[in-house]
């Protein structure tokens, strides 16, 4: 099965929780990224690995 590549769009952490109860362990889906323009100085800033799941 290929999996769906997903693109998680928002700020103030409900982009996070998202990732967290659906995505995280769901092996149908692949997020390749996370979009934060709108908040200043989020460039460059990291999800933490060590909470991202086996499947990252």
Do not use: W
């Amino acid at each position: 099965m290929v999996k769906k590549k997903v693109i998680i769009m928002g700020a103030a952490g409900r982009d996070f929780h998202n990732f967290n109860v659906f995505f995280r362990d769901n092996k149908d889906y692949k997020v390749v990224c996370f979009t934060a323009t709108q908040i200043p100085g989020i460039h460059g800033r990291k999800y933490p690995s060590e909470l991202a799941g086996s499947l990252y």
